[in-house]
């Protein structure tokens, strides 16, 4: 069956920009999950959705960065204002019970 | 609270080696467990878990886990390595009950030499 996917899987944008990406779990996953991967770092959480429950912000580093998830589908990841530091790697998650499964990521390069 | 110690960025193994990659956590209430692999330019593989029951976890791609609750351990094995299995990998751990937000060590980069 199809897997989590993301889109972009490359964007560049130049600083100040705002961009969105997106995420398309698995079908029937109650749970998605927004991670940052920066270059030799681990995986830094940001954000968790679990059915129609208010989202676990707590790890989005500023005001800057928002998401959203659509009908308990779709998901979007927006950072406003982009900064040089919002360079990373965007990994989108999705889980029903436990192990999560994971997109192919978004490479964000911002100049 | 939770977290997670992945010991050494990087490990190095030759072709056919035992590879041994440590992971250490700590969880104030009953852990769930998990191995992750990332290839280069991929997301994060499921190698295996841990949640209840036996202690000796086998995973994927000849992969196996031990649970070792009085030494807070979960190291990753393989008895011989293949130059396939060069990657990145993530232990990561996660509460039993209410939310299932894991924390992530920082991974460990296996090398494999021929």
């Known amino acids: 069956g199809a897997g989590v996917s993301q889109s972009p899987s490359n964007k560049v944008t130049e600083k100040g920009k705002d961009v969105e990406l997106r995420c398309d779990p698995i079908?029937?996953?109650?749970?998605l999950y927004w991670y940052r991967q920066s270059l030799g770092q681990g995986l830094e959480f940001l954000i968790y959705?679990?059915?129609?429950?208010?989202?676990?912000k707590s790890g989005l580093p500023s005001d800057r960065f928002s998401a959203e998830r659509t009908g308990g589908s779709v998901s979007t990841l927006t950072i406003q204002r982009t900064q040089q530091e919002d360079s990373a790697v965007y990994l989108c998650?999705?889980?029903?019970?436990?192990?999560?499964?994971f997109g192919p990521g978004t490479r964000l390069t911002v100049t | 609270a939770q977290s997670v110690t992945q010991l050494g960025s990087h490990v190095s193994v030759s072709e056919g080696a035992l590879v041994l990659l440590r992971c250490n956590y700590s969880?104030?209430?009953?852990?769930?467990l998990f191995w992750y692999v990332q290839y280069p330019n991929q997301g994060l593989q499921l190698l295996l878990k841990?949640?209840?029951?036996?202690?000796l976890v086998k995973g994927i791609n000849g992969f196996e886990a031990e649970f070792k609750k009085s030494e807070t351990s979960f190291h990753l094995t393989k008895p011989s390595a293949h130059m396939s299995d060069a990657a990145e990998y993530f232990c990561?751990?996660?509460?039993?009950?209410?939310?299932?937000?894991?924390?992530f060590g920082r991974g460990t980069s296996l090398i494999v030499h021929p």
């Open positions: 959705f679990q059915g129609n429950s208010a989202p676990d």
């Open positions: 841990y949640t209840t029951g036996a202690t």
């Open positions: 998650a999705s889980s029903l019970v436990g192990e999560q499964y």
């Open positions: 079908s029937g996953h109650t749970a």
């Open positions: 969880s104030s209430v009953p852990p769930y």
């Open positions: 990561a751990v996660s509460a039993s009950g209410g939310s299932y937000i894991p924390t």
